[in-house]
């Protein structure tokens, strides 16, 4: 798998401006691309990353979605006067031309290729360009919400074309839909689009009906369009969440791209005038984690909108440092979904359940608008009695000093150390590279910390010696001198259940344990401080059942994968839900899912807790270790195997357990009639 960064940034598209005043347009400033590159230098982030030039896109790649009368205008504004300018603009919804804005454009497009080039060649893993103007708007004969050439479309395009690629995914987080992107795409099987938008029941622009959840897709492209339309401002953290855990993730994963896009514009943040929305930066640093674990890690992230500068900047600079693999800060907010978010959630799912096979068994059903009974426009809401304009100013500059410190609280120093294990059982050149191997502990010292409080648990000196190199790595951990690690153990459970008692005596308030196989002993979990999943294939009572002790029976299918509707619909939505400072993830005798899927568990649950996690492995299980350290160390997202879609009998132990837990981990809520949500 290759490694790497990309970025591309070319100053030459900062000369695309507008030249009259035009209320409408001029929030699209060359400002968003220079200070949003301005902000990571001073995160060194540009330093990290593969410089890619930009170059200008030909003619006939702008063709592959253009129209010629189309790309023909957009050549002639290069010699005309600003009248003329003003004129041809007028042609269009919210576009305004320049003498420089073809260069520019050819430039975006010419980047956003750049980019495909680099990563399907395998220069690099994955990459940015920052790019203007912006394209998902832009349609084959039209200009179009500050767009004039779709880059991403045209990117995708071009790389079904060159590099004979089959299923392309788009995933278009920007507040608005992109409508461009959907006509061109919409009757074709080979590019899933994928957008959520601010649409207020079709009065936000560009107030199509075609951007609602209805619209899939057509002819053979059916099923291969997703709209998920926000119908209330001050969507947040957890309902962009919720929508991958819900709506996009099993759907990717499903449809198994070979690339994945990001049309990435920022608009969807905090702050911006556009969205009027709430997600704080760290958001994308979640999204961006869960899209690098498609397609093999390939991912393209193209800039689209965003208009509040320090929001779109330090949100780029998530997305970026997360792309290089640096740890996910703790996402922050309440963790539940609003009524009108699931609302949607639950609408978009029932539309397209006819064309996915992980939606078949789920009982979806249509519903309409609950949370419009409610007077309230703002799904997190925060009345006031200022005008707008002013609201718009005063809000501007609150969210520069929000953002300013929550930045600072959210950032982390990152550990020098990424992967830690000791090789204790010989099998350190097995590991991939960038695990770092530390220094066991000696007989005397382990005895020290063993002896007092975990005398109950250990009995034999062969038991005692096992843990040695588990509480080696777990102590660089707590300590925060490696971010993650890994210990084989001859007794996973027991170094499992020793662990966690440890970590919760070290100080760490919610631990959550993820195990797979027979769990022989099973920690008390009364206090909260931990959050026992167990995954396994004996069938428990549910009696022992409680918040923080779920039992999860499942046994993977032998022909091949079905883990992910486990994995997205129940135990990350949990998890998420938990919001826990460290992750053990623990697989012991008898486990019940594939190396596959367990390495799929672990990249995603390096989400969590600022990336902290601990696994241990039953010592017998060589090939898993190495899986895992992979996942751990970012270095590669295995195979997932043959994707198989959930038996109607998993599909309903999920149901099952969602029901009966998500008024506690309310994350799990992807329908009204089930559940209450927040507001
Ligand atoms: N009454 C992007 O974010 N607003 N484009 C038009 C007309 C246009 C946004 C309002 C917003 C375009 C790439
Ligand atoms: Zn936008």
Redesign the pocket.
């Known amino acids: 798998m290759a490694s790497g960064t990309a970025l591309i940034y070319d100053e030459e598209m900062t000369s695309h401006k507008l030249l009259w005043s035009d209320p409408i347009c001029d929030i699209e400033v060359p400002e968003r691309l220079s200070s949003s590159y301005e902000q990571l230098r001073s995160y060194h982030l540009v330093e990290r990353c593969v410089h890619v030039p930009a170059r200008e896109g030909s003619e006939e790649e702008i063709l592959l979605v253009h129209s010629f009368e189309h790309l023909e205008v957009a050549k002639s504004t290069q010699t005309m006067n600003e009248d003329e300018l003003k004129r041809v603009s007028e042609n269009y919804d919210a576009f305004f031309f320049h003498p420089s804005s073809y260069h520019c454009a050819r430039l975006a497009v010419g980047a956003a290729l750049q980019l495909v080039d680099a990563v399907m060649a395998g220069k690099v893993r994955n990459g940015m360009a920052l790019v203007r103007p912006?394209g998902?708007h832009s349609q084959r004969n039209a200009a179009n919400?500050f767009c004039l050439f779709n880059n991403v479309a045209i990117a995708a395009e071009y790389a079904k074309q060159k590099y004979g690629l089959q299923r392309i995914l788009i995933v278009d987080w920007?507040?608005?839909h992109g409508q461009g992107t959907q006509y061109i795409f919409e009757e074709d099987p080979s590019v899933l689009y994928f957008s959520w938008h601010r649409y207020e029941h079709q009065e936000f622009w560009p107030s199509l009906k075609e951007s609602d959840y209805d619209a899939v897709g057509l002819g053979k492209g059916k099923g291969f369009n997703i709209n998920l339309p926000w119908n209330k401002v001050g969507m947040g953290n957890s309902d962009y969440l919720a929508a991958f855990f819900h709506v996009l993730l099993p759907m990717a994963f499903e449809f198994d791209p070979e690339l994945v896009i990001v049309s990435s514009?920022y608009?969807s943040g905090i702050g911006d005038p556009?969205?009027q929305m709430n997600a704080t930066p760290e958001v994308f640093a979640h999204l961006t984690h869960f899209l690098m674990q498609l397609a093999n890690g390939k991912l393209c992230v193209i800039l689209?909108?965003?208009y509040h500068l320090k929001s779109l900047g330090e949100s780029v600079c998530m997305t970026v440092k997360t792309l290089l693999g640096d740890p996910v800060p703790q996402i922050t907010g309440e963790m539940a979904p609003c009524l009108s978010a699931v609302e949607s959630i639950q609408n978009v799912r029932a539309a397209h359940k006819p064309y996915w096979k992980w939606l078949a068994y789920e009982d979806t059903s249509f519903v309409q608008n609950l949370s419009t009974k409610s007077h309230l426009k703002k799904a997190n809401s925060n009345p006031s009695t200022e005008d707008e304009s002013q609201i718009t100013k005063n809000n501007t500059v609150k969210v520069e000093r929000f953002l300013e410190l929550h930045m600072q609280n959210i950032l982390f120093p990152v550990p020098p150390i990424k992967t830690a294990t000791t090789g204790s059982e010989g099998s350190e050149h097995l590991l991939p590279e960038h695990v770092h191997l530390v220094k066991e502990m000696d007989k005397t010292e382990i005895k020290a910390l063993v002896s007092d409080f975990y005398a109950d648990l250990v009995k034999e000196d062969k038991t005692l010696l096992s843990l040695g190199s588990m509480f080696v790595i777990l102590d660089k951990i707590l300590k925060k001198e490696v971010c993650n690690g890994i210990a084989a153990s001859p007794t996973a459970a027991l170094s499992a259940a020793v662990a966690l008692r440890h970590s919760v005596r070290f100080g760490f308030q919610r631990v959550l344990c993820v195990f797979v196989g027979d769990m022989q002993m099973i920690p008390n979990t009364e206090d909260g401080k931990m959050l026992v999943i167990n995954i396994c294939e004996k069938e428990q009572s549910r009696k022992t059942s409680s918040k923080h002790y779920i039992s999860l029976n499942w046994k993977e299918d032998a022909g091949g994968n079905d883990f992910f509707s486990a994995v997205l619909g129940f135990i990350l939505p949990v998890a998420y839900s938990y919001q826990p400072n460290l992750t053990v993830i623990a697989v012991g005798p008898n486990r019940n899912l594939g190396i596959s899927g367990i390495s799929l568990l672990v990249a995603l649950l390096r989400g969590l807790a600022e990336s902290r996690v601990f696994a241990v492995i039953e010592d017998t299980e060589i090939s898993l270790m190495q899986s895992v350290a992979k996942a751990l160390v970012g270095a590669s997202t295995p195979p997932f195997g043959i994707y198989v879609p959930p038996t109607q009998e998993k599909v309903n132990t999920i149901k099952a357990l969602r029901d009966q837990f998500q008024q506690e981990w309310k994350m799990l809520q992807c329908s009204v009639k089930d559940g209450i949500s927040r507001n």
């Open positions: 912006p998902h919400g920007d507040v608005h514009g608009d556009e969205g689209e909108g965003g």
